[in-house]
């Protein structure tokens, strides 16, 4: 079973940054597309970036230039670099590791951002 474990939330002040972190074991990392999700209150949840196994990215277009994901196969991570932050970026954030074959979509229990002055 998957698991995935994100740290790194919490509370940060408009135009500040944070740096979210996703530790995944019981899974052959490398070959997995990871990605960071998140859900405000009362929304659904929305892709933010993800990263495929080959290194490509892709990001949302609302925090495009402000966000960058990256990933360390060697330590079985993969973060999120939080930039100018705004408060429309409060959300619980969710790390989710997906592969097609076979099909595995797991998800991590999620981490708090919250911006606020």
């Known amino acids: 079973q998957v698991q995935l474990v994100e740290s790194g939330g919490g509370l940060v002040q408009p135009g500040g940054s944070l740096r979210l972190s996703c530790a995944a074991s019981r899974i052959s990392f490398s070959i997995y597309d990871m990605g960071w999700y998140r859900q405000a209150p009362g929304k659904q949840r929305e892709l933010v970036a993800t990263?495929?196994?080959?290194?490509?990215?892709n990001d949302a277009d609302s925090v495009k230039g402000r966000f960058s994901i990256s990933r360390d196969n060697a330590k079985n991570t993969v973060y999120l670099q939080m930039n100018s932050l705004k408060p429309e970026d409060t959300a619980i954030y969710y790390c989710?590791?997906?592969?097609?074959?076979?099909?595995?979509?797991?998800w991590g229990q999620g981490t708090q951002v919250t911006v606020s002055s």
């Open positions: 989710n590791a997906r592969r097609l074959a076979p099909w595995v979509d797991a």
């Open positions: 990263i495929t196994s080959n290194g490509r990215t």
